[in-house]
DNA sequence: AAAAAAGTGTGGAAAAATCCACACTTCGTC
DNA sequence: GACGAAGTGTGGATTTTTCCACACTTTTTT
C-alpha cells in the first residue's frame, strides 16, 4: 500500500478521528480550504492506493479508512527511527524522551507507563488522580 | 524551510551520518541506485530549499546539511504527535511503548533514562555492565 | 600539450500530486 | 413530472518530484 503524501495524510487524519464522513463532511474538518472537488480527487487517489473503502447511502458516498491508524502509525514511527536512529525503535523513544520537553508531571507519568509496560492489568493504587 | 521529499529524506539520511561528501560518494552511500545526474538534481533542490550547502575542495562540491539531524528529527516527531495524538509528545512517547515490541532488557534500559531524565549527570553505579 | 578521468551546469522529459470546471445523476418536494 | 439541492464522474491544468542526456570545465596522467 503506497505511501501517503501530505495531502493525503490530512485527510487520513480527519477519517481516522470519525468515520464514515461524506466528503462535504471532510471538507467541513479540514484545518485548510480545499474545494469540494479536489478534496475528491484526493478521495480518488487514497480508493486507488486502498487506504480508504467507500459505500453508498442515500445519494452521497461515505468513506473510511480501510486500516486502521494505529497500522500507519507504526508504519511512519518505524520510517522515523530508520532515518535517525538505525531502525531501533528504543532509541527512537529514548531520543524522544531526551529532545522533547516534559513536564515532572510527564516523567512520573512516563515512569508508570514503563514499569507497568509488561503487565497492563496491573491496578493503579486506589484513590489516585489520573 | 520547505518540506523534505521521500527521495529528498534519502539524501539527507546520507548527510546526517557523514558529511561533507561529494556527490559520487553519496551515490555510494545511497541504498538505492540513482544516477549521479539524478541525485546532483536532488542536490540542486536540496540547495534551494536551504536544507544543505556545499563548498569547493579539488574540482568537487562538497555538501553538507545546513542543520543537525537533530533539528530535523525533532520536526518530523512533532508532525507525527499532531497526526495521531493532537499534537501531545507525551502521548506520542506513551504509544510508542505500548505499540512497539521491546525486550526486558529495553525496558530496563527506559527506566533507566526516565529516572535520570531530569539529572543527566547522574552517575551509574559502578561496575555495570551497559 | 593531448587525452582521459572526474565533475559540473542545465534543459527538460516523465510521473505524481494538487486542484478545479463542467456535465451528469439522484433525491426530495411542490 | 419539473425543479432545485446535493452529489458524483471525469478530463485536464498546474506544480512538484524524480530522473536523465549532453555539453562543458577542471584536474591528472602520459
Known amino acids: 500500500m503506497a505511501r501517503l503524501t501530505p495531502g493525503e495524510l490530512e485527510v487520513m487524519q480527519v477519517l481516522w478521528k470519525e468515520s464514515p464522513l461524506k466528503p462535504a463532511e471532510i471538507e467541513a474538518r479540514l484545518p485548510r480550504p480545499i474545494g469540494n472537488a479536489a478534496l475528491r480527487s484526493v478521495l480518488r487517489v487514497l480508493l486507488n492506493k486502498g487506504h480508504v473503502k467507500r459505500a453508498k447511502q442515500g445519494k452521497a458516498y461515505f468513506y473510511r479508512p480501510t486500516q486502521p491508524a494505529h497500522s500507519s502509525f507504526r508504519q511512519m514511527a518505524q520510517k522515523l527511527a530508520d532515518v535517525f536512529f538505525g ?5 527512537l523513544i529514548a531520543g524522544l524522551i ?3 520537553k516534559l513536564s515532572d508531571e ?3 507519568k512516563l515512569q508508570d507507563i514503563v514499569r507497568t509496560r ?6 493503579h493504587p486506589p484513590g489516585e488522580k489520573s
Chains 1, 2 share one sequence.
Open 106 to 108: 510527564d516523567i512520573r
Open 87 to 91: 531502525g531501533s525503535s528504543l532509541d
Open 98 to 100: 531526551k529532545s522533547e
Open 118 to 123: 509488561n503487565d497492563p492489568a496491573e491496578a
